[in-house]
């Protein structure tokens, strides 16, 4: 007998927790099957900075408790080359929005803890084998065997590498993918932040980011070959790079202390289009993988599942379907925005190798773009849109 459900959602991420708590909100029956333990999911370091609209949503729908209390605006980045510093304070520029810095796994467990308080049902450990986007149905297997559980709609929040994109015949979606050819190191450290600013540094051995994440806690970034063996970053390797790269011998030196999380990123593009099928409906990085080089993953799943959640509100409370067949027209739209501003920011931050022909043409481009978003309110004011904006 399979388990029954309005709206049966894989995934328990920010997009599919974001999407079950709006639904729940309205009286929907709602159904999460996650494949990892619920320790994991919650300490799963992820995103950080949660954009203007993300912070709306979470507040309008009663899910920004742990954020309001423990997270902090921000408002500044900042950028070093060999030329010097300047730092732009994108919270007076274009509409005048900042971020909140609030850790993702913080973030995830409130979100978890208010489903599970609204009377969502919520089950991890859970794997799901195949999907049939017809009938919305699942079958998975868990620790006592297997099962299967169905809805009158499936919601596909379980990433880029998830079973649920794979079950929109490929005939049907037009992907587009790119694989920029680029990876980080990045680095979660016991270490208070070292400057006020998110610090972008451009540097002949890679680029090397400084991100904030807690008073405690804070995220950098250094480029790396692709294929590299996080395991030969010894803390004493990672400290020294960075110094390098962030050029403290100019700037000042950098807050230390333990690293306690490294692993690769790739940086990769990944869309399909549309991302609905039948009863099945893509959320978050199932939708659209895209890089972290502009910190839109977690923003855009959070737009994508309210958007998903109104839709479904109106088909199931009040038969109009209209919101829910635009669906993938809605969101595709924003989703190549964000990808836009993504690729503008890698092209920023990395440069060619010295080797490459034409890399100084390259190199003097990459100095122009800086040279314009330190000296151009217009390119600023748009940036700044960009930045903390879907």
């Given amino acids: 007998m399979a388990d029954q459900t309005t709206v049966l959602i894989i995934g328990a991420g920010p997009a599919g927790l974001v999407l079950g708590n709006l639904l729940r909100a309205k009286g929907i029956d709602t159904l999460i099957l996650e494949r990892g333990s619920r320790e994991h999911v919650q300490a799963r370091a992820r995103a950080g900075f949660l954009g203007a609209n993300s912070a709306r949503v979470l507040t309008e729908h009663g899910l920004a408790a742990g954020m309001l209390h423990n997270g902090r605006l921000h408002d500044t980045c900042a950028f070093r080359d060999a030329s010097g510093e300047f730092e732009l304070n994108y919270g007076k520029l274009g509409r005048g929005e900042m971020h909140t810095v609030y850790p993702q796994h913080d973030l995830v467990t409130d979100l978890i803890a208010e489903y599970l308080d609204r009377g969502g049902e919520l089950r991890f450990g859970v794997t799901v084998t195949d999907v049939d986007a017809e009938t919305a149905t699942v079958r998975f297997r868990h620790a006592g065997g297997t099962g299967e559980a169905r809805g009158r709609f499936l919601a596909g929040c379980d990433g880029s590498n998830g079973v649920t994109r794979q079950a929109i ?16 190191l990045a680095v979660l450290t016991q270490a208070p932040q070292s400057m006020a600013a998110v610090t972008y540094a451009m540097h002949d051995n890679g680029f090397a980011g ?97 958007i998903l959640a109104g839709a479904l509100t109106d088909a199931l409370t009040r038969d109009d379907d209209h919101a829910l067949a635009s669906y993938s027209r809605t969101c595709l739209p924003r989703i190549w925005r964000a990808q836009e501003f993504s690729h503008w920011m890698i092209a920023l931050l990395h440069g060619p190798p010295r080797t490459e022909p034409d890399a100084g043409f390259e190199h003097a481009l990459r100095r122009a773009r800086l040279d314009s978003l330190r000296d151009c309110r217009a390119h600023q004011d748009f940036f700044a849109e960009s930045y903390v904006g879907i």
């Fill in 169 to 184: 015949p490929a005939a049907r979606v037009t992907r587009h993918a790119r694989d920029h050819g680029i990876a980080w």
């Fill in 210 to 306: 400084h991100m904030a994440r807690s008073p405690e806690v804070t995220r950098y970034y250094l480029q790396v070959p692709p294929g590299d063996d996080p395991a030969a970053w010894t803390d004493e390797r990672i400290w020294a790079e960075l110094g390098v790269r962030m050029r403290v011998d100019q700037f000042g030196p950098l807050r230390q202390g333990p690293v306690t999380e490294r692993r690769i990123v790739h940086l990769r593009s990944d869309i399909i289009d549309p991302i609905q099928h039948a009863r099945l409906f893509l959320v978050g990085d199932a939708a659209s993988l895209i890089s972290p080089s502009a910190a839109k993953g977690a923003n855009l799943a959070i737009m994508e599942a309210e």
